[in-house]
């Protein structure tokens, strides 16, 4: 027999609006976030993502809507029951919140120490937490003498220290270098499935939506434009913010006189496909490899047909002939 849970988290209709701004900072936003999903919120400056953050963490209530994490609405909590399902959220900053004068191991014990935890178990717990972030042999560094990344480390090692169901990652590596992000994204990513968690990844870089998540829910002006699985939104683009927002990774090309450029995401670049794009008069300008597959930015002629299409024209006559 097959158990089916709730969703995560659910939106429904969900407004809210802060005192003398002229319009909502969300607009009747509507979606649910699968259980055990990596989901990734993407939206350009303003577009409401932190708003959602503080009603995903129940800091702020809608003034229109609801608002529910795993199966319980925030409006018709107590306080004492809204507190208990924030300490199962868990939450990673962008810039860390770590306290300077505590080590590595009193930040992560930090939560425990809160909820009355005795300190040898709370210890345990902690340095248990800090292996499973790659750090075990840091747990009497102070932050100052973390790099950014081993400071990330230890602020997902604090947020997993009252085991959340729920992870809530806010520009988590927005201030991190690429190499730094990606490690980021991965260990996130390696928590999600041993842990089972459901993981929320807030971000307004295209590149760390494409890396970590499974699905997507696109903000813009404080309405969601578009939600769905990473894979098909970013190959499918339905709406003009999320094409624009891949649209900012076009690279700088010159083209000659009759040409045009366009992006396709395909599953691999390989030689079969290289000579299906050259017989269609294509040259590849860059290639962005990503856990998805790679997004090649192509230069072809005006005119050029559908390339997808095509490329599976091409094979289907290649296996048809094998
Ligand atoms: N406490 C507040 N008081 C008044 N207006 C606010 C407040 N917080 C956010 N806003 C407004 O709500 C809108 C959405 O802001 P929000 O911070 O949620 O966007 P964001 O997508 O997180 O932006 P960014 O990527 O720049 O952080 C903006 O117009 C912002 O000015």
Known sequence: MTRSFPPALVFEGVRRTYPGQAGPALRDVSFSVPRGSRTGIIGRSGAGKSTLVRLISGLELPDAGHVSVQGQDFSA???????????????????????????ALGNVTLPLELRGVPRAQREARARELLAQVGLADLASRYPAQLSGGQKQRVGIAR?????????????????????????????????????????????????????????????????????????????????????ALLEAHRPAASLTAGEQLRRVTLAELSPRTLTALAGLGARVVQADAHPLGVDVWLAVPDGTPDIPAHLARVAQLAGAGA
Not at 83 to 94: I, K, M, N, P, S
Not at 185 to 205: A, M
């Open 77 to 103: 909590l107590s306080a004492s029951a809204r507190r208990e399902r924030q300490a199962r959220t868990g939450l990673v900053f962008q810039h860390f919140n770590l306290l300077a004068q505590r080590t």
């Open 159 to 243: 947020a997993l220290a009252t085991e959340p169901d729920l992870l809530l990652a806010d520009e988590a590596t927005s201030a991190l270098d690429p190499e730094t992000s990606a490690g980021i994204l991965t260990l996130l990513t390696d928590l999600q499935r041993d842990r089972d968690l459901t993981v929320v990844i807030v971000t307004h870089q295209l590149e760390v939506v494409r890396a970590a998540t499974t699905h997507v829910a696109v903000l813009d002006s404080g309405q969601l434009v578009e939600f769905g699985q990473t894979r098909e939104v970013l190959s499918q683009p339905q709406h003009a913010v999320t094409r």
